[in-house]
Structures are given as structure tokens and as C-alpha cells.
């Protein structure tokens, strides 16, 4: 089954750190981009961060988390994982983990079901 799985959400107070992890299955992983993603109650899903697939090599960030977070990936687990420190009672949202890639002319997209953040003040 083809699926990527978000864990490591939590409630944490302002200033603290989590880690998020995204495991994937039954896809390309190596050549997937992975993207962090979150929505907060009554806004639209923002992009977090990203990492493009192993051969491209590159990470962006939302100007909103520059310096707090840091995506990276380790293939040989198929997971991604983000490091969020600094954390503020702004970055409250659930947090969602999507795999993209073309092979074959055909684009795969899979998206998590999203794990909770919570931070207090």
C-alpha cells in the first residue's frame, strides 16, 4: 500500500522543540519531494518547508519558520523528518507530510493524514 504516515505531534510550550517524522511505503521515496504542510483552524493549508528528491539535493522554508525549522530526509528509512525549535503559539496547526514524483510521465501525489501540533504560551 502506498501511503505516507505523519507522527511525532504534540502539545509543547512556546519556546520548546518537536520532531515530526513522515514514513512512506510502497513509493519511489528516493526520488520523491517531500513537503511539510499545515493548517490551522479557519486558514488554508500553507507550505511548511520541503526537501527535493536525493538527486536535486535542495530544502526551502516558509519565511515564518526560517532559522526554527529544519527538514531533512533519510532514505534508507523512507522517512523525512522536521525539526521544529523555538517554537510559537502561531506554529499551532495540524501538520500534514505529501510525497510527490513523476516516473513514466505519470505524477504520484500522496498526502498524510496529518498529525496535531499544539503550543501554548
Known amino acids: 500500500q502506498r501511503q505516507v504516515v505523519e507522527s511525532g505531534g504534540g502539545l509543547v510550550q512556546a519556546g520548546g522543540s518537536l520532531t515530526l517524522s513522515c514514513a512512506a511505503s510502497g513509493i519511489t521515496f528516493s526520488i520523491a519531494a517531500i513537503g511539510w504542510y499545515r493548517q490551522a483552524p479557519g486558514k488554508q493549508r500553507e507550505l511548511v518547508a520541503r526537501i527535493s528528491s536525493d538527486a536535486v539535493n535542495y530544502a526551502d522554508y516558509a519565511d515564518s519558520v526560517k532559522g526554527r525549522f529544519t527538514i531533512s530526509r533519510d532514505n534508507a528509512k523512507n522517512t523525512v523528518f522536521l525539526q521544529m525549535n523555538s517554537l510559537k503559539p502561531e506554529d499551532t496547526a495540524v501538520y500534514y507530510c505529501?510525497?510527490?514524483?513523476?516516473?513514466?510521465?505519470?505524477?504520484?501525489?500522496?498526502w498524510g493524514q496529518g498529525t496535531q501540533v499544539t503550543v501554548s504560551s
Open positions: 505529501n510525497a510527490n514524483y513523476w516516473t513514466l510521465g505519470i505524477n504520484y501525489d500522496y
